[in-house]
């Protein structure tokens, strides 16, 4: 199928100042394939944006989704990591390639404020496609002045869902990294678990003051939000993003409502005080 072509002029993307709602075209530079479903699109893009912020990618006559930052080249070019579950990711996989635009409208959401983060000792659990919005988080990490009082615990369903596998090597010599799938074939090598197996064995120093950032399925962050508070992590020292909530940006179709808060508004990131209480 022949895609129909975006005819405004493609270049760095940028915010449009004048109305958030009005999607402009960004390039494909790059495209990154870590499994047969999930690949990083690399996109042109010139503006501030943080890690666990999001954007809608829009496709004439298919729609659009929101899609979390997983990567940010200031000034240069964002990561969209995509999984091909639908209509619009379905229409991208196939007929988009490296030097064809996509349309795109954002940054959406408040992100992680990377800068909290940066001494003292944190820790980062995230699961799948929940590491998409963290990596930008892990990579400030594994620069700070203390790496390794900085641990990760990654978890993906099997050896064969890993993404970002560069960067979880790179990760492995600057950090404490755990990576753990669900299951393996026979003679796997590697640990073997779901991430909450790990987390009473963390290395922490001081509870009292450590920090956690929680990402993934819901049923995990349940799990290992459990985990660290039995370590004794404080409420106030633990965030996590609601992503899997996203919907339109804006707040105005109210899918992402939660009680009184507006994922695509208020978050996706919160912190715990403040998200236990957002029964859905």
Known sequence: MTKDPITMTPGPAAVPMDNPLTPWPARIIEIVSHTKKEHTFRVAFEGDVRPGQFFEVSIPKYGE????????????????????????????????????SILLRGPYGNGFDTSLFQDGEVVVIAGGTGVSPVRGVIDSLASSPSPKDKHVIVGFKSPNDMLFRDDLKRWDEAL??????????????????????????????????????????PPMMRFSIMGLQELGLKDENIWVSQERKMCCGQGKCGHCRI???????DGPVFNYTVSKDMLD
């Open 65 to 100: 989704a929101p899609i979390s930052v997983s990567g940010i080249d200031p000034h240069k070019s964002l990561d969209l990591t995509i999984r091909n579950v639908g209509r619009v990711t379905g229409e991208l996989f196939a007929n988009y390639d490296v030097g064809d």
């Open 176 to 217: 404490d990294l755990i990576l753990t799938v669900d299951g393996a074939p026979e003679g796997y090598e590697g640990n073997i678990g779901l991430v909450t197996k790990f987390i009473p064995d963390l290395p922490l120093k001081d509870v009292s003051t450590a920090q956690a950032i929680v990402v993934g399925p």
């Open 259 to 265: 009680g009184e808060k507006y994922v695509c508004l």
